[in-house]
């Protein structure tokens, strides 16, 4: 049962193993249950067209059970059920199988190999393609394709596969205070208060949930690091790990002293669960690593952040800081901070951010300024620069927070509030008490945990970023708000940085890079393909006009052309060949086709291809005139 078969995907091969005591059945009979005491469990799931059944058989035993099942009357086929290395979906093949043999492949070829391997002929899409199914003389389907990917007639083989599809039907959140959240989708106003607010200021959260189907991943860790957290918040429900503090090195995290309550709302807005109640984080579904005890010193600094490292944090969050002139960072508490975001993650680095303070300043808090830090200043709920957010050179991005209208957070049991008129406390800009446990907040201590929030959401979806990247991807997802003259001719303003956080196209961006958008890939030592992608290094280029005949091996299609350099700087040093690179407009954007080889011979290509796959590089026989050059 340890046996593992690979099989062509769309994006390289997927490696299979069989369920353990899972089988699919096609019955001629819906009635028919097989050996009704050896099944644990039927399932209504249609994969396939195979009904799911859980054996009490395993290993061997399954084998014979499922060959002993087929042999029935009553079935017209079974299959086993199978899961790959990377997904907990489990695989059923079809039987059929998508086969496309090399040109010039005649028909009566094609059945000979179709024999060769006792299969049934379905339907021709083509004269080098058609799809083929399984017989009961035929072998395991899987088998089949990958045996034939070796025949030398026979250009591709890849068996017809079904998963469960994911419903990607989204709800909104039910918790109580959800409406009052205009920093996660603005709808221009306050539901209990006249109050304009300007449309569509927001982060977009909303519709980054919409894009994901959910919330986000409970794999992503975010660290706030702060004072005054109040573990016993239903906002912080089920989602506590590892919490430390920084001041005594101990995991006892104090609580109930009025002049320590901050830490309680910022790390709400970044990751308070949905649970019905309260107000709903940008991460809900992130888990929460709280870090008491903010400190200047060089052992604190450095215990911090190496405990962020050692204990798995994913993000950092830290809404304080320093901007008095005397007390700038040092070196050795840089390079603390620089080392988790180089060395967390298992070296991806951990994604920190830091906000840029309340001062009304012209430069940011220094811990801020810091070249591997997130910097995050605050907009309003009408778009507008917060006054009171400090401003600089350093600013990464900003993200909504009060200034017009506060956000609503958690407020930790021993919070005092502030003096209210008759001597009563007051935690509501407008003195509408809308829950105990919450409170009207903001600053860049609020806007920087939103931020988080979103790389929370970034990591859940291509937990392979860098911290560098993650930034990257901010900074070029922001939306600019503001006045124009706010921004510099490289597109950055001291006040808003790049721009407004955009949670959607944010997360839509590391979909898009998950998925290959970007294909550029590094060499060890870091050679030219390193170079390409910092958009350095000197290259000599021998260009030539390229007849439009001949055959050569296409190994794809790429919209950068740093992409298109890398390949083939790899690609002519793995096969002493010449590039042929087709330029092409698609859908209103230029691509770039790439193609190794320029035979006369379309055998020579061929063996081209063969060796070229033997090496692992996949690609297809391409007549140089169908290029549109």
């Known amino acids: 049962m340890k046996e593992k078969i690979t099989v062509r995907g769309a994006k390289g091969t997927i ?65 086993h059920v199978y899961y790959s290395d990377k997904s907990n979906k489990p695989v059923v093949p079809t039987g059929e199988i998508y086969i496309i043999f090399h040109e010039g492949t005649n028909a009566e070829e094609q059945l000979v190999v179709l024999d060769e391997y006792r299969l049934e002929l379905v339907e021709r ?41 994911d419903e990607y039907e989204f709800f909104a959140p039910e918790d109580d205070l959800f409406s009052h959240e205009w920093h996660l989708e603005n709808p221009g106003f306050v539901i209990d208060f006249p109050m304009r607010l300007k449309q569509g200021a927001d982060a977009k959260v909303v519709d980054a949930w919409k894009r994901l189907g ?79 005890g903010t400190s200047f010193t060089l052992r604190d600094t450095e215990n911090m952040f190496d405990y962020c490292i050692d204990n798995g944090a994913d993000i950092i969050s830290c809404s304080w800081g320093s901007t008095d002139p005397e007390w700038d960072l040092d070196g050795p508490k840089k390079d603390a901070i620089a080392k988790a975001a180089r060395e967390g993650r298992n070296g991806k680095g951990c994604v920190i951010l830091f906000a840029t303070g309340n001062d009304y300043l012209d430069y940011v808090n220094f811990y801020a300024a810091h070249p591997d830090v997130i910097a995050v200043a605050a907009s309003t709920s009408k778009d507008e620069h917060a006054s009171y957010s400090n401003a600089g050179l350093e600013v990464t991005v900003c993200a909504p927070s009060n200034g017009h209208w506060p956000i609503t957070a958690a407020r930790a049991w021993w919070d005092e509030g502030t003096q209210g008129r008759e001597g009563h406390k007051k935690y509501w800009a407008d003195g509408i008490n809308r829950s105990n446990h ?19 959401l970034m990591l859940s979806v291509n937990p392979d970023l860098t911290a560098k990247q993650v930034k990257e991807i901010l900074i070029r997802t922001a939306d600019k708000i503001g006045s124009p003259s706010d921004y510099d001719s490289n597109g950055h303003s001291r006040k808003f940085g790049y721009g407004r956080v955009n949670a959607d196209r944010a997360v839509a961006e590391s979909l898009r890079m998950r998925d290959g958008g970007d294909t550029s890939t590094t060499t060890p030592g870091g050679g030219v393909n390193d170079q390409i992608k910092q958009g350095q290094g000197i290259f000599r280029f021998n260009v030539k006009k390229q007849e439009a005949k001949g055959f050569g091996v296409q190994v794809g299609v790429f919209a950068k052309y740093g992409n298109v350099l890398i390949q083939a700087e790899r690609l002519q040093s793995l096969f002493d060949q010449p ?49 549109k050059l």
Not at 147 to 156: A, G, I, K, T, Y
Not at 256 to 279: D, E, F, M, Y
Not at 438 to 449: D, I, L, Q
């Open 125 to 165: 899409r083509g004269a080098d393609r058609l799809i083929a199914k399984v017989t009961k003389n035929s072998r395991n389907p899987l088998k089949v394709a990958a045996s034939m990917e070796q025949f030398p007639l026979v250009r591709s083989a890849t068996p017809d596969l079904d998963i469960p599809m």
């Open 579 to 627: 590039i042929i690179v087709s330029i092409n407009e698609l859908e209103g954007r230029t691509v770039y086709k790439l193609v190794v080889g320029a035979f006369d011979d379309v055998l020579d290509a061929r063996q081209l291809s063969q060796r070229m796959k033997a090496q692992g590089v996949n690609g297809f026989i391409r007549n140089l005139k169908d290029l």
């Open 214 to 292: 959910g919330f986000g991943s409970k794999d992503v860790t975010i660290a706030v690091i702060d004072n005054g957290f109040d573990l016993s918040h239903p906002d912080f429900e089920d989602k506590i790990v590892k919490p430390y503090n920084v001041w005594d090195s101990t995991n006892f995290i104090p609580q109930g002293n009025p002049k320590r309550t901050h830490g309680t709302p910022c790390a709400s807005v970044a990751l308070a669960t949905s649970n019905g109640k309260g107000i709903v984080g940008v991460a809900p579904n992130a888990r929460f690593m709280p870090m008491h």
């Open 15 to 79: 490696r299979l193993k069989k369920s353990k005591n899972l089988i699919g059945l096609k019955t001629k009979d819906e009635s028919f249950i097989p050996t009704q005491e050896k099944v644990k469990k039927q399932f209504s799931k249609y994969l396939g067209g195979f009904e799911i059944v859980e054996m009490d058989s395993e290993g061997e035993s399954l084998d014979q059970e499922l060959d002993s099942i087929r042999e029935k009357d009553e079935v017209e086929t079974g299959t």
């Open 438 to 456: 919450h409170k009207h907040f903001g600053g860049t201590s609020s806007a920087t945990p939103l931020v988080a929030g979103i790389c929370a």
